[in-house]
């Protein structure tokens, strides 16, 4: 029987696992969500690469970044390799990811981008249900996000998240705000003045009892 176990990649140099990685990587996300693949080995100091295996065969992998001033933690990329998707492989690894930050770090909640989510797009349809299956959540008031691309150009995207904690509240605005801002200065400082409109557009309170 295949033995499925999932840990934190250690060794950046190993031949095999980081050939897997780059294929997979390429495989399931588009060129302009891609950064340079030796982006992962240059910042190992500061990311928590999770992988997920097949017999000790490297299919799967996770990329966590902690953000600045706020208990979360970025959820960079996730993908399992096309040949063991719909097997239950990503929904296993989702939550073990989510079990061990827990367990290791003072996060409060896990949060992502995620394309628009529109009936024209299938997989980002597709995408947005698998995480809302393990209990994780659009950002509902979160609607003038973009992703910066390149020097002049930017994708609307959406936010989710997932509580990392059991007594982590329902997402407000002072901690989208927070996640926002922490994004923005970790992945994205070079476009920083894209952040005053997403921000502005961000209503005063959404669901708190005032």
Known sequence: MESLTFDRLADF???????????????????????PF????????????????????????????????????????????????GRGVGEQFFRHIVRDLAATTQSQALVWEVDVPHAANVDSLRRVRFYERQGAELIPFVTGYVMPTGPDTTIPMRLMWSPVRDITPPARVLQARAWIEGIYT?????????????????????????
């Open 38 to 85: 030796a982006t992962f080995a240059r910042l190992q100091d500061h990311l928590t690469v999770y992988v997920a295996r097949q017999d000790a065969r490297l299919i799967g992998f996770g990329v966590m970044l902690p953000l600045p001033n706020t208990p979360a933690h970025y959820m960079s990329y996730l993908a399992v390799d096309r040949p063991h998707q």
């Open 13 to 35: 140099d190993h031949e095999e696992d980081m050939r897997r990685f780059e294929r997979i990587y390429v495989d399931n996300f588009p060129p302009y969500d891609r950064k």
């Open 186 to 210: 970790a992945v994205y400082g070079h476009w920083r003045h894209l952040l005053p409109p997403i921000l502005r557009g961000l209503p005063e309170a959404y669901g708190e009892n005032t």
